[in-house]
């Protein structure tokens, strides 16, 4: 079998292991499997083997792969995991179902103005980056400012935040910072937690994750 089908085989079976042997387990917890870096007939393994839940960080790159990959795979949900410029923000919501990275009021007004514009409300799904370990090279808001930034984002502007998303630092506190994060989602009533990587997805599906990203794990190294 390939390889890539059989990581993902693996990696399903240990996220229903970790899902039981946790407390937080009223969610089956989602693989995302981030596609980063590689092409379109890669992506197309896993499509063919029915997964539909992909990340990518980059919004040019997406969609370079994505509109084609959307076209011929029904029910894909698509989500953004890397930064977000505001000159991108149009695309990126044509084409991201989620996005993951939301951090600055300047998105969030981009946001709300592309949905005011088309009389629409918005009704894309939405979350929080949160800098979880308050590093200063790491995107994110300060987990002191998550709350009032969310209710910013939800009671004036109308946006549709489902959940909260870290990347911890590096180092071997993961769990508290898992804690912390399903911590603050509770507090905030948001049904998804969106944490773990291919070195420590297990851990956080203990602590409550709901989507996990995994890419090396799945598709092998990046070059
Ligand atoms: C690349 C990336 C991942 C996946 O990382 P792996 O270590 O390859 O599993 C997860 N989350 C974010 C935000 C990423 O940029």
Same mark, same amino acid.
């Given at each position: 079998?390939?390889?890539?089908?059989?990581?993902?085989?693996?990696?399903?079976?240990?996220?229903?292991?970790?899902?039981?042997?946790?407390?937080?387990?009223?969610?089956?917890?989602?693989?995302?499997?981030?596609?980063?870096?590689?092409?379109? #007939?890669?992506? %197309? /393994?896993?499509?063919? #083997?029915?997964?539909?839940?992909?990340? %990518?960080?980059? /919004?040019?790159?997406?969609?370079? @792969?994505?509109? #084609?990959? =959307?076209?011929?795979?029904?029910?894909?949900?698509?989500?953004?995991?890397?930064?977000?410029?505001?000159?991108?923000?149009?695309?990126?919501?044509?084409?991201?179902?989620?996005?993951?990275?939301?951090?600055?009021?300047?998105?969030?007004?981009?946001? @709300?103005?592309?949905?005011?514009?088309? #009389? @629409?409300?918005?009704?894309?799904?939405?979350?929080? $980056?949160?800098?979880?370990?308050?590093?200063?090279? =790491?995107?994110? /808001?300060?987990?002191?400012?998550?709350?009032?930034?969310?209710?910013?984002?939800?009671? !004036?502007?109308?946006?549709?935040?489902?959940?909260?998303?870290?990347?911890?630092?590096?180092?071997?506190?993961?769990?508290?910072?898992?804690?912390?994060? =399903? $911590?603050?989602?509770? !507090?905030?009533?948001?049904?998804?937690?969106?944490?773990?990587?291919?070195?420590?997805?297990?851990?956080?599906?203990?602590?409550?994750?709901?989507?996990?990203?995994?890419?090396?794990?799945?598709?092998?190294?990046?070059?």
């Amino acid at each position: 079998m390939n390889k890539i089908v059989t990581n993902y085989n693996e990696i399903l079976l240990e996220i229903a292991k970790y899902k039981n042997k946790s407390i937080h387990n009223q969610f089956e917890p989602q693989l995302i499997a981030v596609s980063k870096t590689f092409p379109k #007939e890669t992506i %197309e /393994v896993l499509l063919n #083997e029915g997964h539909r839940i992909f990340g %990518e960080n980059k /919004v040019q790159e997406a969609s370079k @792969k994505w509109v #084609e990959l =959307k076209k011929k795979y029904n029910n894909t949900e698509l989500h953004l995991i890397g930064p977000l410029q505001s000159n991108k923000v149009a695309l990126a919501l044509k084409i991201f179902d989620v996005i993951q990275t939301l951090e600055r009021d300047k998105i969030a007004l981009k946001i @709300k103005n592309y949905f005011d514009d088309r #009389e @629409k409300v918005c009704t894309k799904r939405l979350f929080v $980056q949160v800098n979880i370990g308050n590093e200063k090279q =790491k995107s994110g /808001v300060d987990p002191k400012l998550t709350k009032q930034f969310v209710d910013w984002c939800k009671n !004036d502007l109308k946006l549709n935040i489902e959940g909260l998303m870290c990347i911890p630092p590096f180092g071997d506190e993961q769990n508290s910072f898992f804690i912390k994060l =399903k $911590q603050l989602c509770d !507090d905030l009533k948001l049904k998804h937690a969106s944490m773990g990587m291919s070195s420590d997805y297990k851990s956080a599906i203990m602590h409550g994750a709901t989507y996990v990203r995994v890419g090396s794990g799945i598709f092998g190294a990046r070059s």
